[in-house]
């Protein structure tokens, strides 16, 4: 390790390095590990917050011949595998913060019985809303939830304090090759993706098939359920939008008229819109508002013109606002593509936010070369009636319809913007009464945080 230095150190020099670098490697003899920056800040967060917030859960619906003691056992292989997984986090005034192996024990699996799908939605809410005790257990839960219908629905919850030793991006492909008895692959680096000969864009992962399936709240149970956001999903027509040759443009022609509607659903506020920065398969789904994916931040006013160009022509993003609403404009995150369990199918189930620092976030796919999938995802605090409600104003203001507007007749600077839609599944009494919430919503100080 030291020999790069041998012309620049001398003997006691190198000496000392090489006992640091030894020291930083190995575990001590109670089995304590220095921890990471990134762990210490996520653990430190943690510690702040006190709640759920640096938890992230994700959950899929397996079906097939499944076999629940295969899956129980590749859960637990992960864990155990896994290096810098199954370890506690634990802070003295001597030592400061350590991460402790934990005993040989098995990870506990929750299995148990649902009553319907909704029912399995919000015990992984449940699971999810329920912080870690990071001293004590394992950073991450694990259920299997049986169905009436013969469905595996596989829930996961992972801590912010993983994001090093077990890059959630990764689940369904390390799980996979445990499931089908292979070994458990440790490397991170993402193997090339052979995409099939389809007309541009050209995306950087596989297309895959989208089930459009909206998150209702569960029926009231005997439970408490924490308050979460909505996430609901449609398609249209690709011809609908202007032709683009890349990803990059087709998301920021997207993320411009996105704007400029959220705008005037506002009452005219300025939105500050978020575009990833890169085209990347990291850049992609709801939680880059809670990694470092860079991101691209522009201010919208209602009636502004070229959003779209200015955004590709940005060299400097802008500080985040937290006097702005902030809204995502994204591509989806299928990571069902990545599952090879034999003789299983999985398709990713959509879970609606329980924290997210944007109040909405549009979600784009291309499942196939002529139809886009538009996905938006509401902020807990939002009303639950804004997100099917918006999402289908928007899609009729892409197709050129007119629509239910907050601004008044004389600001609506688009015809489609000036008048109600025709064939709309909302009742126009009931239409400016979720405007005239989500508008205050949009201004509360606890939707600004500071």
């Not at 864990?79 to 199954?86: A, F, H, I, L, Q």
């Not at 799908?117 to 699971?127: D, F, S």
């Not at 569960?218 to 990803?247: H, K, Y």
């Amino acid at each position: 390790m030291i020999g790069d230095f041998d012309s620049i150190l001398s003997d006691e020099e190198a000496q000392r390095l090489e006992s640091a670098f030894q020291a930083l490697g190995a575990p001590s003899a109670n089995g304590e590990r220095p921890v990471s920056e990134a762990e210490e800040r996520a653990w430190f967060a943690h510690l702040q917050q006190g709640d759920a917030r640096g938890q992230r859960a994700m959950a899929w619906r397996l079906t097939g011949e499944v076999d629940i003691a295969q899956l129980t056992a590749a859960l637990q292989a992960l864990v155990r595998e896994t290096p810098g997984v199954n370890v506690r986090y634990v802070f003295d005034d001597e030592n400061g913060l350590v991460k402790r192996a934990a005993d040989s024990a098995p990870l506990p699996v929750s299995l148990r019985q649902v009553a319907d799908e909704q029912h399995a939605m919000g015990c992984l809410l449940q699971a999810q809303a329920a912080p870690f005790e990071l001293e004590s257990e394992a950073p991450l839960r694990c259920l299997l939830l049986l169905t009436p219908a013969d469905d595996v629905i596989l829930g996961v919850v992972l801590h912010d304090i993983l994001a090093e030793a077990l890059p959630w991006r990764h689940l369904p492909t390390m799980l996979s090759a445990r499931y089908n008895g292979g070994a458990m692959p440790l490397s991170f680096a993402a193997a090339p993706v052979e995409l099939p000969e389809i007309p541009a864009p050209q995306l950087p992962w596989a297309r895959q098939a989208v089930s459009l399936q909206d998150y209702r709240s569960p029926a009231q149970r005997a439970e408490a359920l924490p308050p979460v956001g909505a996430r609901v999903v449609t398609r249209i027509d690709r011809s609908l939008l202007p032709a683009n040759d890349t990803p990059r443009a087709l998301l920021a022609a997207v993320a411009a008229r996105f704007a400029e509607f959220v705008a005037a659903q506002a009452g005219g506020q300025a939105v500050q819109l978020c575009v990833p920065a890169a085209e990347t398969a990291e850049c992609v789904g709801l939680e880059l508002g809670l990694t470092a994916a860079p991101l691209m931040r522009l201010t919208v006013q209602h009636g502004e013109g070229d959003i779209g160009q200015r955004l590709l022509a940005q060299a400097v993003a802008e500080q985040p606002d937290p006097q702005r609403a902030q809204l995502l404009v994204a591509w989806r995150d299928d990571l069902a593509a990545d599952w090879r369990m034999e003789g299983v199918h999985a398709e990713r189930l959509l879970l609606p936010p329980l924290h997210t620092p944007f109040e909405l976030a549009l979600l784009l796919g291309l499942p196939e070369a002529e139809t886009l999938t538009l996905e938006l995802v509401t902020d807990p605090r939002l009303s639950p009636h804004a997100a099917p409600f918006l999402l289908e104003q928007f899609s009729a203001f892409l197709a050129g319809q007119r629509i239910t507007v907050a601004l008044p007749a004389a600001e609506s600077a688009s015809p489609a913007m000036a008048a109600p839609a025709a064939n709309s599944d909302v009742d126009e009494s009931v239409a400016p009464l979720i405007l005239q919430e989500f508008r205050e919503a949009l201004v509360a100080p606890e939707m600004t945080p500071g």
